[in-house]
């Protein structure tokens, strides 16, 4: 049976350093829950906890609300998908998938099912014969999904699963692993650098950074409305610039002064007056401002660049602030093309304007 898992303030320190600081959160029982983060931010930590092989310094894990802390690592039926979790290559495909299945003395009427069950959903079937050396990276990794699947494990545990793989069978892959994911239902924590995969793969996100959760959520919200500065940085393109809070408006939101005397207004964010900030605006969310509109922002600027993509058009617009403005204008039939040199009027929607505390420069 799938499960729900539970990080109640968990910690692991190294010596003096801390890999996972004071973590908590819920996953729900059949949730796609991704770990989010570059390179040390703990996230692996994190996993090995879940799966049994670290125990964290302080706090507890729980499997359907019961604590596991001293379950051992092979009596917490988690299913793993490790990047170099080598399949046996000795033993066929087929052999490969059962061998879960055989540890758990299952019949051999229920091992010929369950395996061909899994062979099917990972297409493999025509291949069921082979060993391993005779399958592509991409196969060897279906095989791998399907083993640790097989034996329905209350939680599936991934760490970079596809970052062995080259591009076009990686995002393959993805939607291949998360389709299975939502046919099967089991509950599955994946640990991964890569931005786009973690949008594309998950239910919820957390994006970690240092040990910690910086922000937690479902990924459209992870990619419009960033909590902090480090996941407006971190996930996707952001304009990010200096200013200072001078006040709010009765509607509630912020406003901030520009270098350059722009002043501009924000919705929802560190909203101090007086205070130095920073804002970030995704350059999609930047529009030419259009007679009739109601503007909600409305920024003059020279174009210095542009760049004509297709299906989308980059500009770089200088507003006199300390960098010029990053815009992605949808291409459209019939648009009138900005020249460099030209004076435009841009619009920026308050929502589109994220406010944060700026950071004491290092
Ligand atoms: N066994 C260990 N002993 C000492 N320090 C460790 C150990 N394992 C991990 N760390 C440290 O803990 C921090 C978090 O490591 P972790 O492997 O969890 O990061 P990660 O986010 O998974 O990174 P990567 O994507 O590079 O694997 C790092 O600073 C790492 O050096």
Redesign the pocket.
């Known amino acids: 049976m799938t499960t729900s898992v539970t990080i109640d303030s968990v910690t692991?320190r190294?010596?003096d350093?801390t890999?996972?600081d004071n973590v908590s959160f819920d996953i729900a029982q059949g949730e796609f829950f991704t770990?989010l983060?570059?390179?040390?931010?703990?996230?692996?930590?994190?996993?090995?906890m879940v799966a049994g092989f670290?125990r964290q310094t302080s706090g507890h894990i729980c499997f359907g609300g019961k604590i596991i802390d001293d379950v051992p690592p092979h009596q917490r039926n988690t299913g793993m998908v490790f990047q170099n979790y080598a399949i046996f290559p000795h033993l066929t495909v087929f052999d490969n998938i059962a061998y879960g299945l055989r540890a758990r003395r299952r019949s051999k009427a229920e091992i010929d099912r369950e395996v061909k069950h899994m062979l099917e959903l990972v297409q493999l079937g025509h291949l069921a014969h082979r060993r391993p050396r005779e399958l592509s990276g991409g196969q060897q990794q279906r095989v791998v999904l399907a083993r640790a699947m097989v034996i329905k494990p209350d939680v599936l545990l991934m760490?970079?699963p596809l970052s062995n793989l080259d591009t076009e069978m990686r995002i393959h892959l993805r939607s291949e692993i998360r389709s299975l994911q939502r046919q099967v239902g089991i509950t599955t924590i994946y640990?991964t650098?890569d931005q786009e995969e973690a949008l594309l793969m998950s239910d919820r996100i957390a994006v970690?950074s240092r040990?910690r959760v910086e922000q937690l959520d479902v990924p459209h919200k992870i990619y419009a409305e960033p909590q902090t500065l480090f996941v407006a940085r971190f996930i996707g393109e952001n304009n990010l610039l200096s200013g200072t809070v001078i006040g709010r408006e009765a509607d509630g939101s912020s406003v901030i002064e520009l270098p350059g005397g722009h002043r501009i207004r924000g919705a929802g964010g560190f909203d101090e007056a007086g205070s130095p900030c920073q804002i970030s605006i995704r350059p999609q969310d930047i529009d030419l401002a259009h007679s009739g509109d109601a503007p909600q922002n409305t920024i003059g600027g020279t174009v210095t660049d542009i760049q004509f993509l297709g299906g989308t058009v980059k500009l770089l617009v200088e507003i006199g602030a300390e960098q010029p403005l990053q815009v992605s204008l949808q291409g459209r039939r019939g648009m009138e093309m900005p020249t460099p040199g030209s004076r435009l009027k841009l619009d920026i929607p308050l929502k589109a304007v994220r406010t944060f505390k700026a950071e004491a420069s290092a």
Do not use: N, P, Q
């Not at 570059?38 to 930590?45: E, M, N, Q, V």
């Open positions: 692991k190294f010596g350093s890999a996972v770990l983060g570059s390179s040390g931010c703990g996230k692996t930590t994190l996993l090995r670290l760490d970079e640990v650098h970690m040990g």
